[in-house]
């Protein structure tokens, strides 16, 4: 039977542990509450895999454990002190500073084997170190942090509040307490997940976040085409690649390059193929700006759509400058018995422009500020739909009437609504809704039909709103209704309540008594 035994140290430096349940419980390292002196820090339960002992470097507070078996096992929890040191009993301190736990793995076996003879060593760290960090610079909240050894420089930058927006993220630097200086791009690790710009932190290390002051750009046919801050010794096939490298429709033998001379007054342009920047290591300077142009009439979709009450609604091909309107409504199976010829549309989507800044003037301005010219162009302006191409459904396709087929261009919307086979009545009529449609009626049969008009209606203001262009029409001037029109009865506005008239004339009743008063106090003065 194993003989077990213990070894207690008054300065806590190593541990001999008992055996009587199993060493594997030594792995078990309860996980405690850190702290920080500006923010707290909760329990950490998750990780991102096993600790690479090439990588992390051991400190104080760091617990390694120990296990020699020959004729009996002995095992340690040995404890890293302030000072970077451990203590191994019956074989004498070990000096830990500034190594990796994969060194500290060999210096702890090699002053081990010099007591133990012909023994299995086993070594493995279970508690890892809680260690204080500086974040200072262009960040949100700068302060000092405690965190967990094994967290990384996005960690921090993560639970510390994050960056300023004019932060540089691709020249952070990292200054340890020995005060050499790394940088680090943190974008690469975002956008590529390169590791080795996301590294461990040590006890000690000062984060420093400066602000971004120089820059260069690219533009045109690549992933992410943007501003980035400039790097040292970055070459401009580097930052094509860090923008995610080109589109499939990139020109690639004609990258053009903008640059500033030495003084900065002007720029000169450069052009490099892809082949050149591949084979030379072509570094960028402060504003250069990489341009990456299109292949020209490449990938060119040339497709209309066609949405609604058609037979075979979808996207269709055109042939540019040469395929119509009546080959494409052929090619879709032509127009469903409750398609609405009076209402299909067609819509030119490619290089429409909405913006009309006089219509956004008058957009700010109260109707009562506006000339009647002004209120009139707002009003048709308001009706009118961008893109929209004046086109007779009804004569292109019944009819047969060629002057109606225009020529389609790509991006084309071609919509067919369902047939609206009724006239709707709205406001003071009784019974407001729709009515099925009858060519023969007029406006004022549809308000019979509906009961006739309110009590409150304005008889004389009667209004028709045209389903096809949107215009309102008085009701007299209406020749002919059709189906989707709307016939609009305007409400009376009520007269003012009798207590409203009453206060008025009591307020002009008071005032005149006071101008009376005056004028025969200064009659009276006069004399």
Not at 58 to 85: A, Y
Not at 150 to 177: H, V, Y
Not at 230 to 240: A, C, G, H, K, T
Not at 314 to 336: M, V
């Amino acid at each position: 039977m194993r003989f077990l035994f213990f070894v207690f140290l008054t300065f806590n430096f190593s541990v001999a542990q008992d055996l009587s349940g199993s060493p594997e419980g030594l792995f078990s390292v309860p996980t405690g509450q850190g702290q920080s002196g500006q923010q707290g820090f909760g329990n950490v339960d998750g990780t991102e895999g096993s600790v690479n002992p090439n990588e992390y470097f051991v400190g104080p507070g760091d617990r390694i454990f120990v296990s020699i078996s020959g004729l009996r096992e002995t095992v340690f929890t040995l404890n890293i002190n302030p000072e970077g040191w451990t203590y191994i009993p019956q074989v004498g301190g070990v000096d830990l500073n500034n190594i990796t736990l994969a060194d500290a793995k060999v210096k702890l076996e090699e002053s081990i084997r010099q007591y133990y003879k012909d023994v299995k060593i086993f070594i493995s760290l279970v508690g890892f170190k809680r260690i204080m960090v500086s974040l200072i610079g262009d960040v949100n909240k700068p302060s000092n942090i405690i965190i967990y050894a094994t967290m990384r420089l996005m960690d921090l930058i993560s639970m510390s509040g994050g960056l300023t927006e004019k932060a540089d993220i691709r020249n952070i630097k990292i200054i340890s307490i020995e005060d050499s200086v790394k940088v680090y791009d943190l974008l690469a690790f975002q956008r590529f997940g390169k590791l080795k710009n996301n590294p461990l932190l040590r006890e000690g290390d000062i984060v420093l976040v400066d602000r971004a002051d120089k820059s260069v750009s690219i533009s045109g046919e690549v992933k992410y085409p943007g501003d980035y801050e400039f790097v040292e010794n970055e070459s401009i096939y580097d930052l094509i690649q860090f923008a995610g490298g080109f589109l499939t429709k990139a020109l690639t033998d004609t990258i053009e390059v903008v640059r500033f001379d030495e003084n900065g007054a002007y720029q000169t342009s450069e052009y490099y193929s892809l082949d050149s920047l591949e084979q030379n290591d072509l570094i960028l300077h402060n504003k250069d700006h990489v341009i990456v142009r299109a292949k020209p009439e490449y990938l060119i979709e040339l497709f209309v759509k066609v949405d609604g009450y058609v037979r075979y609604p979808g996207f269709y091909r055109i042939d540019e400058d040469e395929t119509t309107l009546s080959d494409i409504i052929k090619e879709a199976g032509g127009l469903l018995d409750n398609g609405s010829y009076t209402e299909a549309t067609l819509t030119r989507t490619l290089n429409v422009s909405s913006y009309d800044p006089e219509f956004e003037r008058l957009k700010s301005i109260p109707r009562v500020d506006m000339t009647d010219d002004e209120y009139a162009y707002f009003k048709a302006k308001s009706r009118q739909r961008a893109g929209r191409v004046v086109v007779n459904f009804y004569d292109l396709i019944v009819n047969g009437n060629n002057a109606e087929d225009v020529t389609l261009y790509r991006g084309d919307l071609i919509e067919v609504p369902e047939k609206k086979n009724y006239v709707t009545l709205l406001g003071q009529v009784i019974n407001p809704g729709s009515i099925e449609y009858n060519p023969k009626y007029s406006v004022q049969d549809y308000i019979n039909i509906a009961g006739g008009f309110g009590w409150r209606a304005l008889k004389g203001d009667v209004r028709v709103i045209k389903a096809l262009t949107g215009e309102w029409i008085d009701a007299d001037d209406v020749e002919s209704l059709q189906p989707g029109d709307t016939i609009w009865i305007p409400e009376d506005p009520p007269p003012p309540k009798f207590w409203d008239v009453f206060m008025d004339a009591l307020t002009i009743a008071a005032q005149l008594a006071v101008i009376i008063v005056a004028v025969t106090g200064l009659i009276v003065a006069s004399r």
